[in-house]
């Protein structure tokens, strides 16, 4: 499918857009869900088709429907919210897709340390006025600081899965 995205500015539309995470704990026997409940984004489609944008979580608003372990996901152990509230994917001078895949290669932020991550994005649809991307990439949390593991419980790779609706902006 040859996808035609529109030039100009986007605006991330949380009501038709999810963020959520899942990892395997318990030494592989348990899988942990969460899902984000605020974030924000933007991009700009240049008209030489490269498109720069970034998309910010509130990682204060992680549920995992454990309230005691939301507590400790926000705490110093992991995502250290009291000193940096947001994770951010960021992007800069990305070709857009020309098909309905591409990889996108940006800068994820989590706990103020950044490190590139390529995505595999794929668009699901778009028009004139929305355009809608959908990825899974997994993501090693200790290179973020994230290294605590009691009794080895805690082992692998963290799985980021998001479907993000961009609507066009109000110039």
Do not use: C
Not at 88 to 102: E, K, L, M, R, Y
Not at 138 to 151: A, K, Y
């Amino acid at each position: 499918m040859t996808v035609v995205i529109e030039t100009g500015l986007w605006q991330l539309d949380p009501a038709r857009s999810t963020v959520a995470i899942a990892h395997r704990t318990m030494w592989g026997l348990v899988t942990v869900k969460g899902a984000f409940g605020s974030f924000t984004g933007e991009g700009e489609i240049k008209p030489d088709g490269t498109v720069h944008g970034v998309v910010s979580v509130d990682a204060r608003s992680l549920d995992t429907r454990n309230a005691k372990r939301d507590e400790h996901l926000r705490g110093s152990d992991f995502f250290d919210t009291e000193n940096h509230p947001t994770l951010a994917f960021s992007v800069h001078d990305a070709a857009v897709p020309q098909d309905d895949t591409a990889e996108i290669t940006g800068q994820l932020t989590v706990r103020g340390t950044s490190s590139p991550q390529t995505v595999a994005t794929h668009v699901t649809a778009s028009s004139d006025d929305a355009i809608s991307l959908a990825t899974e990439f997994t993501v090693d949390r200790e290179q973020f600081g994230m290294v605590w593991n009691q009794l080895g419980m805690i082992r692998g790779r963290t799985t980021v899965t998001a479907t993000l609706t961009f609507a066009r902006a109000a110039v």
